[in-house]
């Protein structure tokens, strides 16, 4: 049973940092893509970094320099550092696996096919 839970959300001030842990089951990540959503009261879920089979990463522009994804395959868990947290990011956080083919990854939702249940990350002072 495929199954994705994630961790480590929280309140945190501008400024600050978060990490989150996406723990997967039920298949490895080896030959797997996964993906950080988020999605923001009112907005739609969109997608934040995703990283690859082969580790090659991808991230939303919002982020990039703020945030790195990261894997550890031992653990069979993906990790979202995120940094210089600014009130916008303020979302849940989901993570998922794609469907694609050959462990590549995107940042389109409909791409995905298995998700966790999310976790809170408020950025507030």
């Known amino acids: 049973q495929v199954q994705l839970v994630e961790s480590g959300g929280g309140w945190v001030q501008p400024g600050g940092s978060l990490r989150l842990s996406c723990a997967a089951s039920?298949?490895?990540?080896?030959?797997?893509?996964i993906g950080w959503f988020r999605q923001a009261p009112g907005k739609e879920r969109e997608g934040v970094s995703c990283i690859d089979s082969r580790g090659s990463t991808f991230y939303v522009d919002s982020v990039k320099g703020r945030f790195t994804i990261s894997r550890d395959n031992a653990k069979n868990t993906i990790y979202l550092h995120m940094n210089s947290l600014k009130t916008e990011d303020t979302a849940v956080y989901y993570c998922?696996?794609?469907?694609?083919?050959?462990?590549?990854?995107?940042?389109?939702?409909?791409?995905?096919?298995?998700w966790g249940q999310g976790t809170q990350v408020t950025v507030s002072s």
């Open positions: 039920g298949f490895t990540l080896d030959y797997n893509g």
């Open positions: 998922a696996r794609t469907t694609r083919r050959f462990g590549s990854c995107g940042l389109i939702r409909a791409e995905y096919g298995a």
